[in-house]
């Protein structure tokens, strides 16, 4: 992936995206993918905002059939089966647990008539979907980790996971194999009108701070919270703050579902990269855009509401990684922002410029299909959405589990541990060869970076040298979430600076002050 700036002042787009997160993405991918002339700019770095801090899942929300959004839900579970059939190294099923105690808000039957009704709005899915009922006895012993007292039995239900920045990068990378110019650091600052029609808009590369305009016949804000910057955009939506701790690994395979003593609310205990992640939090945000945090009543929400339910409490010296995110929701009555739909709407404004108002990440494809469809409207050009049954652009072509096994047995060869292999194919795809290649000319690359993580040496340059790094923290935080699953000591971000150092062109004193940005 290649960063042009210059590329962006290069005759007239048919389209431009302000955004660079899944919205973003997956319009430019979509329009490229339709032949449209593209462009899509991003403030930082690509998924920088909500789309790497998002909970990871591609569901349907189960908890969304308790607002009878049941719409919305079938989209999802059906947005849901494309992604594990055209994708399956960026989305991959994960079982939940759901344990039914004497107290729980909502009891055997009911969630029984949930899950019964999950499953047939996915279209009653494979084996490895559905969902399955446990007496007290085998719960207890699939979740060794939750408390049995008062436990009357549980279920399991299937659903998928994937690396959220990633799936971004790999669209992004998808736009840019296809001709869309794709910036990272690169922030529209102001729009151009022509008798109040918009016809481009003027951007800042944030690494020289040079300006430029790039002419559009289409404009489109994927920007996420930013909308609020507007007063239009704020009497559209409302937001809300989700926060995730990271907590030690090894707790569980499987991901639960539990509900928070405090409120009733839905929240997660979930594996992830051999962590485990505890979120989300959902409080109304009316905050700074760009200065998102963990609260302390955040840390002490979710402690309280995990801890209500793990036999071996946590504490906040147990917590190893914190993020917080924003979501945006069309503005409704409800009184708290979880009992507000997730669907997602396209506005436009009077001088033509659409914006992207809410949704998900698991239905941003479909979503982004109709943000083009009504582009291409607009332009006159009548193409249809093609991201339907397209396999993504890093999907290896030939059978995908011939193939894993393949990729698995390579690297073992070469010294990779099982872990590391397994999270080099959903982090690369069929460019996990590409990786492999690297430690073939040099044994040393199949190392870990850090004992306790699946991240290995040969991935963070093969990162540096082909996925449009602009800063050690775009590496280290979304190309890999190092600095979000671990707290690095300086010296390991100083050996991983340096052996970047000259992929990069940094200097000694450009070296410092990248290392400055990753720490706390
Ligand atoms: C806590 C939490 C958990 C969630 N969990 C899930 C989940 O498990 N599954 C799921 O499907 N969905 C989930 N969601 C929802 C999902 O994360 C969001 O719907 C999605 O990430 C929004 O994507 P977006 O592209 O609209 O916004 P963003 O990802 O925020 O992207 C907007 C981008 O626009 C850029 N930008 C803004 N202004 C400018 C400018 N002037 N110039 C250039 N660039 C600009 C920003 O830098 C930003 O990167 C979750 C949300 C939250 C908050």
Same mark, same amino acid.
């Given at each position: 992936m290649q960063r042009d700036v210059a590329d962006l002042a290069r005759g007239e787009f048919d389209l431009l995206v302000c955004g660079g997160g899944i919205y973003g993405a997956w319009t430019a991918y979509d329009a490229a993918l339709r032949g449209l002339r593209v462009a899509i700019v991003e403030q930082g770095d690509w998924a920088s905002a909500t789309s790497s801090a998002s909970s990871k899942l591609i569901h349907g929300g189960l908890r969304y059939l308790e607002t009878y959004d049941f719409k919305l839900v079938k989209k999802a579970l059906a947005e849901r089966q494309l992604l594990l059939d055209v994708a399956p190294h960026r989305v991959w099923p994960l079982r939940f647990g759901v344990p039914v105690y004497r107290d729980s808000r909502v009891g055997k039957l009911r969630m029984q008539a949930g899950l019964m009704l999950y499953d047939a709005l996915a279209g009653c899915?494979?084996?490895?979907?559905?969902?399955?009922?446990?007496?007290?006895?085998?719960?207890?012993?699939? $979740?060794? /980790?939750?408390?049995?007292?008062?436990?009357?039995? @549980?279920? #399991?239900?299937? !659903?998928?996971?994937? +690396?959220?920045?990633?799936?971004?990068?790999?669209?992004?990378?998808?736009?840019?194999?296809?001709?869309?110019?794709?910036?990272?650091?690169?922030?529209?600052?102001?729009?151009?009108?022509?008798?109040?029609?918009?016809?481009?808009?003027?951007?800042?590369?944030?690494?020289?701070?040079?300006?430029?305009?790039?002419?559009?016949?289409?404009?489109?804000?994927?920007?996420?919270?930013?909308?609020?910057?507007?007063?239009?955009?704020?009497?559209?939506?409302?937001?809300?703050?989700?926060?995730?701790?990271?907590?030690?690994?090894?707790?569980?395979?499987?991901?639960?579902?539990?509900?928070?003593?405090?409120?009733?609310?839905?929240? $997660?205990? /979930?594996?992830?990269?051999?962590?485990?992640?505890? @979120?989300? #939090?959902?409080? !109304?945000?009316?905050? +700074?855009a760009n200065q998102v945090h963990v609260e302390p009543a955040d840390v002490g929400y979710l402690l309280t509401a995990a801890n209500h339910y793990l036999n071996t409490a946590w504490s906040e010296a147990d917590i190893v990684g914190r993020y917080a995110g924003v979501r945006v929701m069309q503005r409704g009555d409800a009184h708290h922002p979880s009992q507000l739909s997730r669907d997602w709407q396209l506005r436009t404004a009077d001088n033509g410029v659409h914006y992207s108002v809410g949704g998900k990440i698991t239905s941003a494809r479909?979503?982004?299909?109709?943000?083009?469809?009504?582009?291409?409207?607009?332009?006159?050009?009548?193409?249809?959405?093609?991201?339907?049954?397209?396999?993504?652009?890093?999907?290896p072509s030939t059978d995908y589990t011939a193939w894993c096994a393949g990729i698995r047995q390579q690297a073992a060869q070469l010294g990779v541990d099982e872990h590391s292999s397994l999270w080099l194919i959903r982090r690369h795809g069929e460019r996990a060869a590409d990786v492999l290649a690297g430690i073939a000319a040099d044994a040393r690359l199949a190392r870990r970076i850090t004992p306790t993580l699946p991240l290995i040496v040969a991935d963070v340059l093969y990162c540096a040298r082909t996925e449009m790094v602009v800063h050690l923290d775009d590496l280290l935080r979304r190309r890999l979430p190092l600095l979000i699953l671990a707290r690095p000591d300086h010296d390991t971000l100083h050996n991983i600076a340096h052996r970047v150092a000259p992929i990069l062109g940094w200097d000694e004193h450009r070296v410092h002050a990248e290392i400055q940005r990753c720490l706390p």
């Open positions: 899915p494979a084996k490895e979907l559905a969902h399955r009922v446990f007496n007290r006895e085998e719960f207890s012993a699939r $979740f060794p /980790l939750l408390k049995n007292t008062a436990l009357t039995g @549980g279920f #399991t239900y299937g !659903d998928a996971q994937t +690396d959220d920045a990633r799936l971004v990068l790999e669209l992004i990378d998808g736009a840019q194999q296809l001709g869309a110019v794709c910036v990272n650091h690169c922030r529209l600052t102001t729009m151009i009108e022509v008798n109040g029609i918009a016809s481009g808009a003027t951007v800042q590369d944030q690494t020289s701070g040079e300006q430029m305009q790039i002419k559009a016949r289409q404009i489109v804000h994927t920007t996420g919270q930013w909308i609020s910057a507007t007063a239009q955009g704020k009497s559209w939506c409302r937001m809300s703050k989700g926060v995730h701790l990271v907590m030690p690994g090894g707790l569980t395979d499987e991901a639960v579902l539990l509900t928070a003593p405090q409120d009733g609310r839905v929240f $997660f205990i /979930l594996p992830w990269y051999g962590m485990t992640l505890l @979120g989300t #939090t959902d409080d !109304d945000y009316r905050g +700074d479909v979503d982004a299909g109709h943000i083009v469809d009504t582009v291409c409207a607009r332009l006159g050009a009548g193409s249809a959405c093609m991201t339907g049954d397209r396999l993504f652009p890093w999907t």
